[in-house]
T-cell receptor
Framework: NAGVTQTPKFQVLKTGQSMTLQCAQD?????MYWYRQDPGMGLRLIYY???????DKGEVPNGYNVSRLNKREFSLRLESAAPSQTSVYFC?????????????FGDGTRLSIL | DQQVKQNSPSLSVQEGRISILNCDYT??????FLWYKKYPAEGPTFLIS?????DKNEDGRFTVFLNKSAKHLSLHIVPSQPGDSAVYFC????????????FGGGTRLMVKP
């Protein structure tokens, strides 16, 4: 019952360091997403991949890059981390963009940037 | 652009009573709204959805009501149980943009035994 798996669960970085957050799903879903959640706020979409080989910007893409490595994996990269990127990052997947197909979420990566 | 707002950051309810969580939106054009539930240190889990062509959807103890004229939806939990204590998010799904979700800020529900 793995579902959506995110690694690592916690990470502390220094300003300017780079890092890649990993996400993998075992549900054969076509679409994958990266969100961030800041205290007292809802989740905000960073990037998404509607299908293997495609990626698109979401609401807050600045400072991030993504790679849809294959159907299972969707990674999020911070090239030069900034304190404003301290957040909890959630990866999600769904079957496709069809109607009434909810997204399934991982348990998050807690990232602190000093 | 669609904005989704949950104006009550928290709600406290006695076990067995009804919990009502509210959500307002700005854009009349939508296909689906979804409710997600989130426990600490876990990702959100899908609870229930409603399409724009309905005014009510029910699943067990959970019912979502949609009032299109007021641009308002609400989630009713009856009867409330201590295990329902969590943060609840209302989210709009954009079916024209890869199924992406726009979330409200969430309401923390506390159900007291």
């Amino acid at each position: 019952n793995a579902g959506v798996t995110q690694t690592p669960k916690f990470q502390v970085l220094k300003t300017g360091q780079s890092m890649t957050l990993q996400c993998a799903q075992d549900m054969n879903h076509n679409s994958m997403y990266w969100y961030r959640q800041d205290p007292g706020m809802g989740l905000r979409l960073i990037y998404y991949s509607a299908s293997e080989g495609t990626t698109d910007k979401g609401e807050v893409p600045n400072g991030y890059n993504v790679s849809r490595l294959n159907k299972r994996e969707f990674s999020l990269r911070l090239e030069s981390a900034a304190p404003s990127q301290t957040s909890v990052y959630f990866c999600a997947s769904s079957v496709d963009g069809g109607r009434n197909q909810p997204q399934h979420f991982g348990d998050g990566t807690r990232l602190s940037i000093l | 652009d669609q904005q989704v707002k949950q104006n009550s950051p928290s709600l406290s309810v006695q076990e067995g009573r009804i919990s009502i969580l509210n959500c307002d939106y700005t854009n009349s054009m939508f296909d689906y709204f979804l409710w997600y539930k989130k426990y600490p240190a876990e990702g959100p889990t899908f609870l229930i959805s409603i399409s724009s062509i309905k005014d009510k959807n029910e699943d067990g103890r959970f019912t979502v009501f949609l009032n299109k004229s007021a641009k308002h939806l609400s989630l009713h939990i009856v009867p409330s149980q201590p295990g329902d204590s969590a943060v609840y998010f209302c989210a709009w799904r954009d079916d024209n943009a890869g199924n992406m979700l726009t979330f409200g800020g969430g309401t923390r529900l506390m159900v007291k035994p």
